[in-house]
Structure formats: C-alpha cells, structure tokens
C-alpha cells in the first residue's frame, strides 16, 4: 500500500472512470466517455489539480463527475476525489501493477 498519488487509479475500461498521475506532473484519464489532461502538484497532505481540459464527446448515461475535480487524498488504497467546494465527488481504486 502507498500513500503516494502517483500511478493509475480506476481501471482502464469503456465507461468507466481512470486516471493516471505520472511522476512528472501530468495527467492523462478519462472520465468515462471523454479524455482528460492536464497537470497536478502535491498540496500539503492530498494533491491539487491543474484545469483539465477534456474531449467533449456526449455519452449516454455516463456520469462524468471526474471533470469537476479539483483535489483528491489517497486514503489507503484509494484516490477520494473532491470539487471546487470541497465537496467529496467520487473515489476511484488504485489499479494493479498490470492495469
């Protein structure tokens, strides 16, 4: 278990929600039906999200939450994923070595 941010969170698959946080501040994800990136820094315990720009693509009954996020905690082997006002707006697990 790492308490670190950095690594793949969520897992890799067509609707579902993923994001990866590289080493060198980058991210690259998904938030279930768009692509996401942008940049993030580590922010005292959790870690703060630069902007992130997204493809604007329309998916049914997809809930695109991950687009709203501003910072996250790792909280054991999860990435808790917050909004603008703080507000906890979803968790996403940390994927396998393999994922």
Same mark, same amino acid.
């Given at each position: 278990? *790492? *308490?670190?941010?950095?690594?793949?969170?969520? !897992?890799?698959?067509r609707?579902?929600?993923?994001?990866?946080?590289?080493?060198?501040?980058? =991210?690259?994800?998904?938030?279930?039906?768009?692509?996401?990136?942008?940049?993030?820094?580590?922010?005292?315990?959790g !870690?703060?999200?630069?902007?992130?720009? *997204?493809?604007?693509?329309?998916?049914?009954? !997809?809930?695109?939450?991950?687009?709203?996020?501003?910072? #996250?905690?790792? @909280?054991?082997?999860?990435?808790?994923?917050?909004?603008? @006002?703080?507000?906890? =707006?979803?968790?996403? #697990?940390?994927?396998?070595?393999?994922?």
């Amino acid at each position: 278990m *790492s *308490s670190s941010a950095e690594g793949t969170w969520g !897992v890799k698959r067509r609707g579902e929600p993923w994001l990866q946080l590289a080493a060198e501040g980058r =991210i690259l994800g998904n938030d279930g039906c768009n692509r996401l990136m942008g940049g993030w820094r580590v922010d005292g315990p959790g !870690v703060r999200f630069e902007p992130l720009a *997204s493809t604007l693509m329309y998916c049914e009954g !997809v809930d695109t939450w991950l687009n709203t996020a501003v910072t #996250a905690l790792v @909280e054991n082997d999860e990435l808790v994923v917050f909004d603008a @006002e703080g507000r906890e =707006i979803g968790r996403l #697990a940390r994927a396998a070595e393999s994922d």
